[in-house]
């Protein structure tokens, strides 16, 4: 089943690994990790080069200002791109136990940032990790602990809100967010097995879309897990998904075979982005 009957339709192919997309400007941003590259695409198919991360880029964001973010996966750093170069906000090896992994950056440019929590690359077992919040100075500390491969983050419309999908307990969790960044009041927004919930946004009816790479498919899930909506990726990895184009009705779906071959689809949805990113 498809969302409005509607097959996705590919933007661009030729990509290597893409993740975390972010709607801005008329264009969509991404990271494409093993190549390793942000780029950026637009509607017509377009793409365009932004910056070489040679730690891999992972999650993106912008400050206020414009400015862009991007988590540093290898290396586990914060950087910042000013158009020329791209400049260290943050080290947060000390506060992460694995691979920078997704990111959220919230109205006034602090940003929230996840990790891997282990060596996965190296073989290690899954160990629980942290979320950490990185303010506009650099300083950076915990601000959740115990959590499963935190991945895709959201933000609701009013900020008060953080969602984050826990890859490896097949559940999106949600915080209440205090006016200094702090987390609390931790609560299961949806846990569905097999889910592997990997990038996430959400819509203007409170629903949140999510790529389960388990399932092959991107679904539209409800606060407390029912799933109103479904669109299957056979034969490919569901990695991330946003909404954007003009309407914010475009929903781009970040697909991947494998490693070395990917690729970004779209489909047209009825209910519009919301929140952050």
Do not use: Q
């Amino acid at each position: 089943m498809s969302t409005a009957g509607h097959e996705p339709t590919t933007l661009v192919d030729g990509l290597r690994f893409p993740e975390c997309p972010r709607w801005r400007d008329g264009r969509l941003w991404f990271s494409d990790l093993y190549a390793p590259t942000i780029y950026t695409v637009d509607l017509g198919g377009h793409v365009e080069k932004v910056v070489d991360v040679p730690g891999r880029p992972h999650g993106l964001g912008f400050r206020p200002d414009g400015t862009l973010l991007v988590v540093s996966s290898i290396d586990r750093r914060l950087l910042r791109w000013d158009g020329d170069a791209l400049h260290e906000v943050a080290d947060l090896n000390v506060l992460t136990g694995g691979d920078g992994n997704d990111m959220v950056v919230d109205v006034t440019g602090r940003a929230y940032v996840g990790n891997f929590g282990f060596d996965l690359w190296g073989g290690a077992s899954p160990a629980p990790t942290t979320i950490v919040l990185v303010d506009l100075d650099g300083a950076a500390h915990v601000v959740a602990d115990d959590l499963a491969f935190p991945n895709g983050m959201v933000l609701t419309p009013d900020g008060s809100t953080l969602i984050v999908a826990e890859t490896f307990a097949d559940r999106v969790t949600a915080f209440d967010v205090s006016a200094d960044g702090s987390l609390s009041n931790r609560r299961v927004f949806a846990a569905i097995g097999g889910l592997t919930p990997d990038g996430i946004c959400l819509d203007a009816e409170g629903a949140m879309w999510v790529a389960s790479p388990g399932t092959r498919a991107f679904l539209r899930i409800a606060d407390g897990g029912g799933i109103l909506d479904r669109i299957d990726t056979p034969g490919r990895m569901a990695v991330a998904c946003m909404l954007g184009g003009p309407d914010g009705r475009t929903l781009f779906l970040c697909t991947a075979v494998d490693n070395e071959h990917g690729a970004i689809e779209i489909v047209n949805v009825d209910a519009p982005h919301a929140g952050l990113p």
